[in-house]
């Protein structure tokens, strides 16, 4: 008997679904309420700049559905700089009702510590609460990271708590240094190897140098924590 695949890449077609499961699983994180305060904008918020972020994935990377459509992940291919979704500023301000600054901190944070090197970006691993919750986050993020893997490319990844790291170090990731977002937030990067490497891009001890440059602030985005 052959049994189905567990995740399907998505399509354009796909995108509200993933809005959706973004939306879902952010929104009830400690992040997401430092985002936005006022918990009566909090959803529709997130679910804007979710939106901004998950279709600029389709043009820039990837993203991956569980079979049944219950989680997904989403990824930036970071082979050279990216740029910004058109009007990012301003659809991002539109999207916070002018309330944009946290947005931005967050974008410049995550910025000044991500890799320099080639890599792929794990920018959401979409969960949301219910049922066999972390079955599901299991299953996607090991399905996606095998279509990841293939690239030959490192992944890297944001996780803002303790359970979300311990579920990617159980999927071959590496805990690099925490830093903080300033309002005693820390986030927790990781970074995982192919076993797939072209050449020897990837040999090693596996030890990534950060880009430091601020004006690559725009290539970031929402990252939310997921899966206990």
Do not use: K
């Not at 009702?97 to 510590?113: I, K, P, S, Y």
């Not at 995982?192 to 040999?203: E, H, I, K, T, V």
């Amino acid at each position: 008997m052959i049994s189905s695949p567990p995740v399907v890449r998505a399509r354009w077609r796909d995108v509200d679904l993933i809005v959706e499961l973004v939306t879902a699983t952010v929104t009830p994180t400690v992040v997401a309420a430092w985002l936005v305060p006022d918990e009566r904008r909090r959803r529709d918020v997130l679910s804007d700049v979710a939106r901004l972020w998950v279709e600029h994935a389709l043009l820039f990377g990837d993203a991956f559905l569980l079979a049944g459509g219950t989680a997904a992940t989403v990824w930036f291919h970071h082979y050279r700089p990216i740029p910004a979704p058109v009007r990012y500023e301003q659809r991002l301000t539109e999207a916070c009702a002018g309330q944009v600054e946290r947005f931005l901190l967050l974008d410049r944070a995550v910025a000044t510590h991500r890799p320099a090197q080639p890599h792929n970006h794990l920018a959401f691993l979409a969960v949301p609460p219910g049922p066999r919750r972390a079955d599901r986050a299991e299953a996607v993020l090991a399905g996606s990271q095998r279509w990841m893997d293939t690239l030959g490319l490192p992944t890297y990844a944001e996780t803002w708590t303790g359970a979300h790291r311990d579920l990617y170090l159980r999927h071959g990731y590496q805990a690099r240094g925490d830093f903080p977002l300033g309002n005693g937030l820390l986030v927790h990067p990781t970074w995982r190897l192919s076993p797939f490497p072209p050449g020897r891009r990837n040999a090693g001890t596996g030890h990534w140098s950060s880009a430091r440059a601020v004006r690559r602030a725009r290539n970031d985005r929402l990252t939310g924590p997921v899966a206990r």
